[in-house]
């Protein structure tokens, strides 16, 4: 069954619902990043990226992407009628956010979602799980990963945007793979991912009767 998110999310922010356990300060929220720099001048530094473990891929976005990082999600309330992947909601200050594990999606293998996928959505939440916020208002999900990982500064020669076949992507839908990541400064390779399409593809799973019904 296919959910009316956008009018459920926005519906229960003007609520000013509160999860159980949930305050309205949410202090120690949001993890300090730290900085991985490349080698090079401040001049020679390019676009910043956010790198992130997920089903034991190292991947990255760019950090422009990124509304804001989580180091916990206290207080998920599930929604009826919902995919496993989606895991319900919770309160961000005075914001009602989407929780969502993006592996069966990310790693789906139509990436639709609708695919096989070896990964199992989470069995229990503990409240310490880690996310990266993105979207934009009521169109915004909270995505679990497993660890926040290094902002990277890259420069050109290190941002390999045409090679989508690595075994770093590891079995990581061909729609989201916009490149690789090959820092200098150390041996690791990051998936670079479509975010957008990610966070569009889930909300069309979400919304859309027709896809929903093929679940």
């Known amino acids: 069954m296919a959910l009316p998110l956008d009018i459920l999310l926005g519906d229960v922010s003007r609520s000013q619902w509160r999860a159980p356990g949930s305050e309205s300060?949410?202090?120690?929220?949001?993890?300090?990043?730290?900085?991985?720099?490349?080698?090079?001048?401040?001049a020679e530094r390019g676009p910043e990226f956010l790198t992130f473990s997920c089903g034991g891929v190292a991947c990255a976005v760019p950090l422009a992407a990124i509304r804001e990082v989580l180091d916990s999600i206290p207080g998920i309330a599930s929604l009826p009628d919902s995919p496993p992947w989606f895991l319900g909601v919770f309160q961000s200050r005075t914001e009602i956010l989407g929780a969502a594990d993006m592996r069966p999606i990310l790693f789906a293998d139509t990436g639709s979602g609708n695919g096989s996928s070896p990964y199992e959505t989470y069995p229990s939440l503990t409240g310490r799980e880690?996310?990266?916020?993105?979207?934009?208002?009521?169109?915004?999900?909270?995505?679990?990963?497993?660890?926040?990982?290094?902002?990277?500064?890259?420069?050109?020669?290190?941002?390999?945007?045409?090679?989508?076949?690595?075994?770093a992507f590891g079995s990581?839908?061909?729609?989201?793979?916009?490149?690789?990541?090959?820092?200098?400064?150390?041996?690791?390779?990051?998936?670079?991912?479509?975010?957008?399409?990610?966070?569009?593809?889930?909300f069309t799973l979400l919304t859309d009767p027709e896809v929903a019904s093929h679940e």
């Open 25 to 42: 300060d949410a202090a120690g929220q949001y993890t300090h990043m730290r900085s991985a720099q490349s080698n090079g001048s401040l």
């Open 130 to 167: 880690q996310a990266i916020v993105v979207g934009v208002g009521t169109r915004s999900l909270a995505l679990l990963v497993e660890r926040i990982g290094d902002i990277l500064s890259l420069r050109p020669h290190e941002i390999l945007s045409d090679l989508v076949e690595h075994p």
């Open 172 to 202: 990581i839908a061909p729609r989201y793979r916009l490149g690789l990541l090959s820092p200098d400064i150390q041996q690791t390779r990051f998936a670079l991912i479509a975010l957008d399409t990610l966070l569009t593809n889930a």
